[in-house]
T-cell receptor
């Protein structure tokens, strides 16, 4: 059973546009929601993360929006650039208990067209 | 900091052969994870070590898979005998003490079993 459901599977955006990737979860015990970025031939790298006590977190062009009641969170990439082309994974974990299992979504392959 | 180092980057072997993947975590990190990535199943956690001790190996698919961490700076994942369905990218990741939500991944080993 997929603990974190991610959509879309792939996304094509024009340079300068907004990329939006959505994730949903069921386990209300999750208390940390990171996004990882993976370029071809590389391992995933932590991009940005949010805790459920805030509704939004912004770092540069990357923003996480979090809806606790709907159990959904999304990544917005503003002014998307060709260099943002990568696969993005959302994830969730119960960090406060020292849990070891970071549950990943299935990934979204983003292509930004020049 | 060199990051998490994995070797080899690519491994091509024949069915039935033994395969050993190697990982050097980031110095000072006390948790180590082995993940497998495939198109069909995404990122799967295979095994988790804390302070060199295996804590959770529930993700190890079969007895053909084994992992060791003889010291804080080295871990191996062994498949014996290998099968074509083991073909995947295997990632090692490490995390700082108490921060299992912040994983630092290596560049992975692309395994092809013919």
């Amino acid at each position: 059973q997929q603990q974190v459901k991610q959509s879309p599977q792939s996304l094509i955006v024009q340079k300068g546009g907004i990329s939006i990737i959505n994730c949903a979860y069921e386990n209300t015990a999750f208390d940390y929601f990171p996004w990882y970025q993976q370029f071809p031939g590389k391992g995933p790298a932590l991009l940005i993360a949010i805790r459920p006590d805030v509704s939004e977190k912004k770092e540069g062009r990357f923003t996480i929006s979090f809806n606790k009641s709907a159990k959904q969170f999304s990544l917005h990439i503003m002014d998307s650039q060709p260099g943002d082309s990568a696969t993005y994974f959302c994830a969730a974990i119960t960090a406060s208990t020292g849990a070891n299992n970071l549950f990943f979504g299935t990934g979204t392959r983003l292509t930004v067209i020049p | 900091d060199a990051g998490v180092i994995q070797s080899p980057r690519h491994e091509v072997t024949e069915m039935g052969q033994e395969v050993t993947l190697r990982c050097k975590p980031i110095s000072g990190h006390n948790s180590l994870f082995w993940y497998r990535q495939t198109m069909m199943r995404g990122l799967e956690l295979l095994i988790y070590f804390n302070n060199n001790v295996p804590i959770d190996d529930s993700g190890m698919p079969e007895d053909r898979f084994s992992a060791k961490m003889p010291n804080a700076s080295f871990s191996t994942l062994k498949i014996q005998p290998s099968e074509p369905r083991d073909s995947a990218v295997y990632f090692c990741a490490s995390s700082p003490r108490g921060r299992n939500e912040k994983l630092f991944f290596g560049s992975g080993t692309q395994l092809s079993v013919l």
